[in-house]
Each structure stands twice: as C-alpha cells, then as structure tokens.
C-alpha cells in the first residue's frame, strides 16, 4: 500500500497537535511516593508500544539511496517491548514490518518492491531527561536507540512499469538506528515521534549494478518515520522510570524534608517562648524587693526593714526576753564508784542477754542514784569477735536494753536512759586472748 507525501505529513501533524492537547496536564503532574536513590520497585520499570508510519529508500543525509532518487513512500508498522533500567536507559525489543519500493525515474517504469512480514532486533534506547526542577515527569525527551537483528524480506523488481514475482524469502542481519522525541501525554502513556535509519543487506532492492550505470548494489539503506504510543506496564499507583525525573524528585524529597524541619523548628521555638513566658513570670512573682527571705507573691508586710525577723508570711516577728534555767549536772566520784561496781559485777547467761542475778544488787545502787539525783544514763553494748558481726550487734543491743529495763524496773526515768549495741566494733583489748574477749565482752554506764 502506497501513501502519499501529503498524506503522511497529515498523520505527523495530527499526532503533534494531539500531543500539544495534553501538554499541560502532563507538565503540571507531580508523583509521589518517590525517594532519591531508592529501589528501582518504587517505579514501573516494562513498557511496551505500538506504532505506524511510512518507509522509504530517501533519506535526509543522502546515503546509500543506490540510484534510487524518486521519493516513493509505504506503510511500515512496529511494536516493541522495553526494559527500562535508568531513567536515560533501556533495552527493548522490536518488531517491525511493511513494504519498501523505490524508482530510478518519475515515471516509475524501473525500481523494485520488498515486503517485510517481519524483522525482530534487540537495541539500547538513550534518554535525553528533562532536569527541570519543577517538574517530576519529563514531559519532551529526546531519544535515540541503536540495535542489530534479523529482517526477513521477498523482492521484486520492476521493469517497464510491471512487477515481477517476488522472489524467495530471506532473512538477513539489519541495523536499525532510531532517534526522536518522546511526549509525556499522560501518567504511564507517551506519545513518540520517530525516523529511523535501516541498514540491510544489498539484496534488498534485487538490483545489479546497471552497464555504465551507477553502483547499486551495495549494502541497502531505508528509512521509517513513524508515530506511535508507549504504555508503563503495571500498577498505576507508581510513576514510569522513563518519564522520572531524578533531579525534580531530589529536590522534592529535601523540600519536603526542610519543610518539615523548618515546622518542628517553629514549633520548639513557639514552645521555647511560652516557657520563656511563664519563667518570667516566676522570677516576677519570686522576687524579695526587701530581702526578708519571702518572696513578693507571699509577702504580706512588704517593705521590711533589713534585718529584721519574719514569719513565713513575711511580717516581723516579736520576740519575748525569757530567762533560761540551765541546770548543771555533777558526778561526783562516790556516783562515779557505784556505776564502776555495777559494771564489774554485770554478768548474763551464756550468750544471752538474761541479767544474773548476783548483777541484782550493785544494779539497784544505780537505779537508786538516777532516782535521787536524776542523772541521765547511756548504755553501750560491746561483744567480741566470736561469732558472726550479725548475731554480736544483736547481743550487745539486747544487753543494754536489759539492764535498762531492769533499772526501769526499779524506779528509773526510762526517757532518761538510752541503749546502745556496738558489737565488736569497738574493743578495749586484744581478741586474740580469752582474757582480751572477756574484757571486750561488756556494757559501759555513762553517767551525765
């Protein structure tokens, strides 16, 4: 099927004007969800796309067009599958067929036809992204790919204007070279602008070099400008690696985050001057403007003169003159030889701290001069070092509180005795000896 030159500029300019239709839904749309430097599941990573277009033996650089200088255009249609590893990388998959024809005259009696049920190829496709700041998907992105593969191909030539059979299929390697534009028309979906270069084996226009004629018969070169469409394959809710924008996604990730710092920020500096606030409101009410030790908020007789005694509501506080008797105590040394005595004959049952009763007698000579003179007694209990500390601080206290309550017994002020138990912390003598231990083994009166 053959188009004309007007009609393929038609189908070019209907894809431009429908592309401008979506420019600026596209341009204004924003992903989220996204980090920089993440993982490449963050993103729809396969594609696929569809396309169609017109062939020809011209080109624009001229090249390799074997003689065949009339313009003569057919159909061509593609498709292809993509993996896209980077944001300006990806490696697809292609399929293209049609048919390609090419004349040495305008009037078309010499030239040839070849049909292409199918090739298939394996190229690198590179993006020029956009890094416009402002926006997360590119919206114009410049391509281009390079690939080799496999184009099967049956030619007929035509001579006197009729065409002749086609001749058996072959299966040759192919270069195909493309390069473009690709339009970001909506969320997963582009819209692609495309020529691509197509080096294939001479046999492709099934021409000899013609007697004086010039050298045809060199490796063929065709071209397909073609229009088309690329669908992200998976799940809508992540944005198209080939459409992201890494420096826009950048950008938004640190101004997200500043904008959050920048609120926390805010908000401690907010806390900060309430706290300000009401610290200044306590140095206000705990000030003493007249240094009685009050402060402001709780003094009810401001102005104090210095030096002068206050209550705690900070008013002056009146002080009677009253006259102390202190009694003076004297231990004279017949006192002192009754409590001598009872120390040296206070004996307890082994290990306890039962008084025996020969201790009865100089005991009572003691209850009897705390009585008379009302003297203030201290008793200390002592042990030795036999035994644990534990069990020795319990005896020496159970020995004092013995011979106060027998002394309480007979009389005495119990208010006015304490007992004490030191256990062995405090010896007079050597625990090393059995006369040491005894000595150790006691309970000192003091009389005051």
């Known amino acids: 099927m053959k188009i004309s030159l007007k009609k393929s500029g038609l189908l070019i300019a209907a894809g431009i004007i429908s592309t401008a239709s979506f420019a600026q839904s596209a341009k204004q749309s924003s992903i989220e969800g996204t980090t920089p430097f993440g993982p490449a599941t963050q993103y729809r990573t396969w594609s696929i796309g569809v396309g169609a277009g017109v062939t020809s033996l011209q080109n624009i650089a001229k090249l390799n067009n074997g003689g065949y ?86 030619t007929a ?50 021409l000899a070099n013609p007697a004086g004629g010039p050298k045809i018969d060199k490796n063929d070169l065709f071209t397909y400008a073609h229009a088309g469409l690329e669908f992200a394959l998976g799940s809508g809710s992540k944005p198209a ?10 950008v938004s990730d640190y101004t997200v985050k500043y904008d959050d710092l920048k609120a926390q920020n805010d908000a401690l500096n907010a806390k900060n001057q309430a706290l300000q606030s009401q610290l200044d409101g306590l140095n206000s009410d705990l000030k003493d403007d007249d240094g009685d030790g009050v402060a402001n908020k709780y003094d009810k007789c401001p102005g104090t003169p210095s030096g002068v005694q206050v209550d705690g509501a ?35 049952d082994l290990s306890k701290s039962t008084i025996r009763p020969t201790s009865y007698a100089t005991l009572n000579k003691v209850a009897e001069l705390l009585i008379e003179k009302n003297f203030s007694l201290k008793l200390a209990g002592h042990t030795d070092n036999t035994g644990s500390r534990e069990l020795n601080m319990r005896l020496s206290k159970e020995r004092a509180e013995s011979v106060k309550a027998y002394l309480v017994s007979q009389g005495a002020n119990a208010s006015r005795i304490e007992a004490t138990g030191y256990g ?25």
Request: hydrophobic letters at 35%.
């Open 69 to 154: 200088d009339k313009l003569d255009w057919n159909l061509g249609y593609s498709a292809y599958i993509k993996k896209q590893i980077s944001p300006s990388f990806g490696i697809k998959a292609t399929y293209f067929g049609g048919k390609t024809s090419g004349y040495t005259a305008d009037d078309k009696q010499t030239g040839f036809e070849t049909k292409t049920p199918w090739s298939v190829a394996l190229s690198g496709e590179f993006l020029a992204a956009n890094t416009n700041w402002r926006f997360f998907n590119s919206f114009i992105k410049p391509y281009a790919s390079i690939g080799v593969g496999v184009m099967n191909a049956e």
């Open 157 to 206: 030539g035509i001579t006197g204007g009729n065409r002749g059979e086609y001749g058996d299929s072959y299966s040759k390697i192919f270069v195909p070279a493309d390069f473009g534009f690709k339009f970001a028309v909506a969320k997963g979906i582009n819209f692609e602008l495309g020529y691509q270069l197509n080096w294939v084996n001479q046999r492709f226009d099934n």
């Open 241 to 250: 690696l080939n459409n992201s924008n890494p420096v826009a996604t950048l």
């Open 314 to 348: 900070g008013c002056p506080i009146t002080v009677k003159n009253e006259t102390r008797v202190v009694e003076k105590v004297v231990v004279t040394e017949a006192d002192k030889k009754v409590v001598a005595d009872a120390i040296k004959n206070l004996e307890f």
């Open 424 to 448: 062995p912390d405090q010896p007079i003598a050597s625990n090393k000896t059995a006369d040491g231990r005894q000595q150790n083994r006691r309970v000192e009166f003091t009389l005051y």
